[in-house]
T-cell receptor, first 113, second 114 residues
Framework: AQTVTQSQPEMSVQEAETVTLSCTYD???????LFWYKQPPSRQMILVIR??????QNATENRFSVNFQKAAKSFSLKISDSQLGDAAMYFC??????????FGTGTSLTVIP | DAGITQSPRHKVTETGTPVTLRCHQT?????MYWYRQDPGHGLRLIHY???????DKGEVSDGYSVSRSKTEDFLLTLESATSSQTSVYFC?????????????FGSGTRLTVV
């Protein structure tokens, strides 16, 4: 079975600064998808960004970007110009070709004004 | 979230009682999932469905059953609730495999078993 590891239970960042959240995964598949989800205190799960494994180019969505290292099985999320509204729990997720998702244990991000 | 609703949003129940959580979607997505979220564990898959009457177990299925008699509804039943089933339960939907889509999640149900 696939495993997803987020080794940073908690992170903090100053407002307007940049922070990187780490994620590694284990798989024997060659084709898959990776995602970052955000969960604010409202509990709603919100898709932040996705990456297709066959694409070399790192995905970017406004202030959010990823560093996808396929050989190293690493998928980190970079948040630039951090805002107070970015404070949340962030989950890394892996989607198999069979459409099953595996989640990491989450990283709680605090943004300091 | 638009297109997927969970009910109830909160529930407190007693040990040993049956509980049913409902997930309803209006997106006509084939795949539906039930996850539980617990501190230190992230989200863990309980059961999922890949079509009407087609369901399968996830990694933490013991003590849970599901049913899907219509495309839009996916029910999660705790036959006899235990305190270890106190958790936040999320339903998710996904379109067919092969597309790059992620999940769309419901708003979650906080279940407390006392």
């Amino acid at each position: 079975a696939q495993t997803v590891t987020q080794s940073q239970p908690e992170m903090s960042v100053q407002e307007a600064e940049t922070v990187t959240l780490s994620c590694t995964y284990d798989t024997s598949e060659s084709d898959y998808y990776l995602f970052w989800y955000k969960q604010p205190p409202s509990r709603q799960m919100i898709l932040v960004i996705r990456q297709e494994a066959y694409k070399q180019q790192n995905a970017t969505e406004n202030r959010f970007s990823v560093n996808f290292q396929k050989a190293a099985k690493s998928f980190s999320l970079k948040i630039s110009d951090s805002q107070l509204g970015d404070a949340a729990m962030y989950f890394c997720a892996y989607r198999t070709t069979g459409n099953q998702f595996y989640f990491g244990t989450g990283t709680s991000l605090t943004v300091i004004p | 979230d638009a297109g997927i609703t969970q009910s109830p949003r909160h529930k407190v129940t007693e040990t040993g009682t049956p509980v049913t959580l409902r997930c309803h979607q209006t997106e006509n997505h084939r795949y539906m999932y039930w996850y539980r979220q617990d501190p230190g564990h992230g989200l863990r898959l309980i059961h999922y469905s890949y079509g009407v009457k087609d369901t399968d177990k996830g990694e933490v299925s013991d003590g849970y059953s599901v049913s899907r008699s219509k495309t839009e509804d996916f029910l999660l039943t705790l036959e006899s609730a235990t305190s270890s089933q106190t958790s936040v339960y999320f339903c998710a939907i996904s379109d067919a495999g092969g597309s790059p889509g992620g999940y769309t999640f419901g708003s979650g149900t906080r279940l407390t078993v006392v």
